[in-house]
């Protein structure tokens, strides 16, 4: 039995308070601000921090192992690839003049390559994520966030699936993809034909990108090629701190038939966000 591990290690800088990020991290309305379009949190040692993408996921709670406010979290994490292995997210916050160091480390992945595609499905997932606190607290803080997602499995080339839904000569084209740099300014082509100023959020080839459109009011649209249970499938995301769901619903409505056409049929639908009651 291989019992070698690896670890995703991450570190970003916010420009926020130590109390503020810690906030975003252990209360269930802040989290789903930034990160799960649900969540439920009992705070402490031995309590828990529930994350939930989709209802239908077969994922438990995070237990709360170490719990010192404003300074260190310890988890363990929802999914455990063979239900033995824990996987505990370990976040230490240091405050720097005005701003805050968030150090992640999510250890325990085993080193056989039947562990390859969770430790690299996490890491482009925490990278992403991390990007997605730091715009939250440093634009949005306090302002609920609304999201939609549709899911396509993928029945042919991965790689091929994924450049006909976006880049170059994809659906959402990028006609400067393979030059751009983060934080960098260009127009994104719509299926619809129009196009939308744009700035670069994120983005690994072949496999994750996303950035923040004008369409969206300052919103993130966010593609991903993911595997679920062996299942290559494209994720598509619309979400926004000032449109709310029928609002994305409408324009996703203009691009599903293309997208349809050019993915098939998608898996799921799904709409949530926070209440602004």
């Known amino acids: 039995m291989n ?35 649900r969540a439920e949190v009992q705070p402490g040692v031995g309590g828990t921090i529930d994350l939930t993408w989709d209802p239908a996921d077969a994922t438990t709670p995070c237990r709360v192992i170490e719990w010192e406010p404003s300074q260190h979290l310890r988890m363990s994490w929802r999914d455990e690839p063979d239900g033995e292995h824990p996987l505990p997210v370990d976040i230490r916050l240091e405050a720097r003049d005005g701003r805050t160091v968030l150090r992640l480390v999510h250890s325990g992945f085993l080193t056989d390559a039947s562990w390859d595609d969770d430790f690299e499905s996490h890491g482009r997932g925490w990278s992403y994520e991390l990007r997605s606190l730091k715009y939250y607290l440093e634009h949005y803080f306090g302002r609920d966030r609304h999201v939609l997602r549709m899911r396509f499995p993928v029945t042919g080339d991965a790689k091929e699936t994924w450049r006909s839904l976006v880049g170059e000569q994809g659906l959402f084209r990028v006609s400067t993809l393979s030059t751009l740099a983060e934080g960098a300014d260009f127009m994104l082509r719509l299926p619809s034909g129009d196009f939308t100023s744009a700035r670069m959020f994120h983005q690994l080839a072949d496999h994750d990108f996303a950035a923040i459109a004008d369409i969206l009011q300052g919103g993130i649209f966010r593609f991903a090629l993911e595997t679920t249970i062996g299942q290559p499938e494209v994720w598509i995301w619309l979400l926004s701190w000032h449109l709310v769901e029928s609002q994305l619903e409408g324009l996703m409505d203009r691009w599903v038939q293309d997208i349809t056409q050019t993915l098939g049929s998608p898996s799921m639908t799904t709409q949530s966000g926070t209440s602004n009651a």
């Open 3 to 37: 019992d070698k591990t690896r670890n995703i290690e991450r570190t970003i800088v916010i420009d926020a308070e130590s109390d503020v990020v810690w906030r975003a991290l252990t209360e269930a309305r802040e989290l789903m601000r930034w990160f799960p379009p």
